[in-house]
């Protein structure tokens, strides 16, 4: 099965730069995504992984390293708005198919 | 390009009753996959459609189910609902773009039982 742990809160300073880590077991790994959700809305995707290293799309970044079962979604200059719930999820391959499995979620507070 | 639709938005059935939620992928997406979000659970897969085939299914009871048709909208069906049907659940349409996976969410069609 698949196992997927991020921290459930942090909070950081408007401006700031924040790293949001998800550590992962599965077997059939086919990709690592990062959503972002914003109470009582869908999650938005943000980011997707499927080779290590660092991929970034203005001010977030997401790393993978695939031997370690790790990825981290950085935020830099955070921005009130950024306030949300940060989604892990492993997309896995098994007999049947693609399977997305979602972490529980960190939920960030922006401070002024 | 518009985006994931889900119908209806809000629902509100009884215990015994079934539902019949409703998702239009993005144009050009042929891969539609069905979640439920609960405070308690977080988000669960339930089940993904390709070509109006299943091609893979959450660890759900058979009280779910769902389909695909030949223009891709699907549809996911729950009989004899339960309680703790109550959820958000949420559409998501999927593509491959230069061997990159992009999936959506849909803005999810909020159960209640009661």
């Known amino acids: 099965g698949q196992n997927i742990d991020q921290p459930t809160e942090m909070t950081a300073t408007e401006g700031a730069i924040v790293q949001i880590n998800c550590t992962y077991q599965?077997?059939?790994?086919?990709?690592l995504f990062w959503y972002q959700q914003h109470a009582g809305e869908a999650p938005t995707f943000l980011s997707y992984n499927v080779l290590d290293g660092l991929e970034e799309k203005g001010r977030f970044s997401s790393f993978l390293s695939r031997s370690k079962g790790y990825s981290y979604l950085l935020l830099k200059e955070l921005q009130m708005k950024d306030s949300a719930s940060y989604l892990c999820a492993v997309r896995s391959y098994n007999n049947a198919g693609n399977m997305l499995t979602f972490g529980g979620g960190t939920r960030l507070m922006v401070k002024p | 390009k518009a985006g994931v639709t889900q119908t209806p938005r809000y629902l509100i059935k009884t215990r015994g009753q079934q539902v019949t939620l409703s998702c239009s992928p993005i144009?050009?997406?042929?891969?539609v996959s069905w979640y439920q979000q609960t405070p308690g659970q977080g988000l669960q897969f339930l089940f993904e459609?390709?070509?109006?085939?299943?091609?893979n299914k959450g660890n759900f009871p058979g009280r779910f189910s769902g389909r695909q048709f030949s223009n891709s909208r699907s549809e996911m069906n729950v009989s004899t609902l339960e309680l703790g049907d109550s959820a958000l659940y949420l559409c998501?349409?999927?593509?491959?773009?230069?061997?990159?996976?992009?999936?959506?969410f849909g803005p999810g069609t909020r159960l209640t039982v009661t």
């Open positions: 998501a349409s999927s593509l491959v773009v230069r061997g990159r996976y992009e999936q959506y």
């Open positions: 144009s050009g997406h042929r891969s």
């Open positions: 599965t077997s059939g790994f086919n990709g």
């Open positions: 459609y390709f070509s109006e085939t299943q091609r």
